[in-house]
């Protein structure tokens, strides 16, 4: 059995790194992209809006796992997978392989050690992140602002960020703050700090925000062994 507090912060990190979903406008073969020019800084409401019309979302990602008594950072490389309303995936392709999966009401968890399985209607907290990732995802901002207080602001030059701090007492017992720097529609940075003190960031390539899975990809993507 995996302990509870270490499914309740990947499920946190998984369901605000699903943020990515925002991609960068890319120019059409043979034509030359406009000079850049500072975007003016979108609302909270726009960001959502554009969460909740994707059809699905894959893309790679970087993890830097900061932790205060390790000189290096702990660093983790895969793939994740949105498929609406409610399917989520991430799998962990370096150092080892481990797959972290949402679907149906529960979270399924699988490594080369085995797996397991928590049904979020008996695990509140963890219950809590996938919601909160839902109401992202669904443009929810009502939802969304139950639980965080959420603040965006400029940054740099014509960049914006994001401010998400936990309002919920069970959520503020993990969570310290999480904070997405970008530019214009695309995002360049993800940062979580736990209470612990301890900072995953997260960068993200190779973006597919209009990914349609058919049946076979979501029983092989969207599933792991699970042994109890």
Do not use: C
Request: aromatic share 4%; no cysteine; glycine share 8%.
């Amino acid at each position: 059995m995996i302990p509870s507090k270490g499914l309740e912060m990947r499920t946190a990190v998984v369901a605000i790194a699903l943020l990515v979903a925002l991609a960068a406008p890319v120019a059409a073969h043979g034509e030359e992209a406009p000079p850049p020019s500072a975007p003016p800084v979108p609302t909270v409401d726009e960001l959502l809006t554009r969460l909740s019309a994707l059809p699905g979302v894959e893309a790679r990602f970087r993890e830097e796992k900061r932790i205060a008594l390790l000189a290096a950072p702990l660093v983790s490389e895969g793939t994740i997978h949105f498929d609406p309303p409610g399917r989520l995936a991430r799998h962990t392709k370096s150092p080892a392989r481990s797959s972290v999966v949402v679907r149906e009401g529960a979270l399924l968890f699988g490594d080369e050690r085995g797996g397991d399985r928590i049904d979020l209607g008996s695990n509140p907290v963890v219950a809590l992140f996938v919601e909160s990732f839902i109401a992202i995802l669904a443009g929810d901002q009502a939802a969304l602002e139950r639980m965080y207080t959420v603040r965006i602001a400029p940054f740099g030059e014509g960049g914006w960020e994001l401010d998400l701090a936990p309002r919920l007492p069970r959520m503020r017992r993990i969570l310290r703050q999480v904070t997405v720097r970008g530019e214009g529609v695309a995002i360049e940075q993800i940062s979580i700090v736990e209470t612990s003190g301890d900072v995953t960031v997260t960068t993200f390539s190779d973006v597919d925000t209009a990914r349609r899975y058919g049946e076979a990809e979501e029983r092989r993507i969207f599933s792991v062994p699970i042994s109890r």
